[in-house]
Every structure is written in C-alpha cells, then in structure tokens.
C-alpha cells in the first residue's frame, strides 16, 4: 500500500493548499468512509472539468488543479488521490478506453481513481463531474462510474496505479489549451 500513500511530483498531497484542503475534508468523526466522500465529492462539484466548460490553463498536478478549480478527468483523478493521500487513504488512479468517434474509429482515455477502505478493499470511483447524461456517485462498494465500456474496442483497465499513465501526462504537460487536449486525447 506504500506506494498508494506516496507524495509525488503530480501527486503532491504534500504541497500545503492541498493539506488545507484535505483537512477541511476531513470527516469530523474520523471515518475514513466520510473522509474518501467528502474528498470525492470536493473533487467531482467544486472543481470544473474543463472540456465541460471549455476552461484553460490545461492542469495537470494535483496542486495546479486545486489552484485553477479546473481540470480534465485525468488532472482530476491526480487532485481527488492527493486529498485521499493526504488523508492516510490508499488511492490510485484507474483508465477506461473509451470511443471518441465511431466514423473515424478514434479512442481515448478516460481517467478515474480506485480507493482502498478496509471494509471494501478496493473500488473506482469517477469525480469527472456530472453533467446531463454522465452521473457518478461515491456508493461503495458498489461502482458508479460516468461510462461503462460497451461498445467494439471499449474497456476498462484494470490496473491500479499508483502515477498517471506516460502518454497521461505527456497530453496534460505538451497541450497548451483545452481544446488541444481533447484534439490528442491519449490511447493505449
């Protein structure tokens, strides 16, 4: 689990805006349920997803996301794991392959978190943020996630990570506006 706790250079649950954060989050009878919602709902409803409501700068570190309250699902997923991490909570950061445009044939990426409560073990959740059509819930342990991979090519991942995918990051660190992320949206 060490390496579901760790502050890194994305997830950097260390930096002290996201210590504020998260403690502030922190569910006032000391449940690590109560605390894995609150982060998970501050993540999903109070930061926007930026291809949602076409926001720049495109973020990318947990701290950077909290700062500009913006942030594409991956960026997201990176924030809610350092609020978790810093909360003691095991978090990792989970992908599904998903269908951008059926005519052209073109996937992406789409990118969620897994937490670890000991009275669950492992589960997803997706703090992508809810809009008409997408809905996600913290019901563990039962997942309520914002897609579920259906069509020819659809999946789910179903590796746990502790840092974000290379070809995450390289899309959130190269892309200088919202527009050129969903443009270069990552595959695998």
């Given at each position: 689990m060490k ?7 994305i997830?950097d649950?260390?930096?002290p805006?996201i210590?504020?954060i998260?403690?502030e ?10 605390t ?5 709902n501050f993540?999903?409803d109070?930061?926007?997803h ?11 570190r947990?701290?950077?996301v909290?700062r ?6 991956f960026?997201?997923?990176?924030l809610?794991?350092a609020l978790?991490?810093?909360n003691?909570?095991p ?10 445009d ?8 789409h990118?969620?978190n897994?937490i ?5 073990g492992?589960?997803r ?7 008409r ?10 997942e309520?996630?914002?897609?579920t ?6 999946r789910?991942l179903?590796d ?5 995918l290379?070809q ?11 527009r050129g992320?969903?443009e ?5």
């Open positions: 390496e579901f706790l760790e502050s890194s250079a997830i649950w260390e930096h805006d210590l504020d998260a403690s989050l922190t569910c006032l009878s000391g449940a690590r349920f109560g894995a919602r609150n982060c998970f993540v999903r109070e930061i926007r930026s291809g949602d409501f076409e926001l720049n700068p495109v973020t990318c947990a701290s950077d909290l500009e309250g913006t942030g594409f699902c960026a997201k997923s990176h809610l794991a978790l991490r810093a003691g909570i978090a990792g950061l989970c992908y599904q392959r998903l269908l951008l059926a005519a052209q044939g073109k996937y992406g990426l990118g969620l897994a670890y409560l000991e009275a669950y492992w589960f959740v997706d703090a992508r943020g809810n809009k059509g997408v809905t996600a819930e913290f019901i563990p342990p039962q309520s996630l914002a897609y991979p259906s069509a020819e090519g659809e789910d179903l746990i990570y502790s840092e974000p290379p995450v990051l390289a899309v959130l660190q190269e892309q200088q506006t919202y992320v969903i270069h949206l990552p595959d695998v």
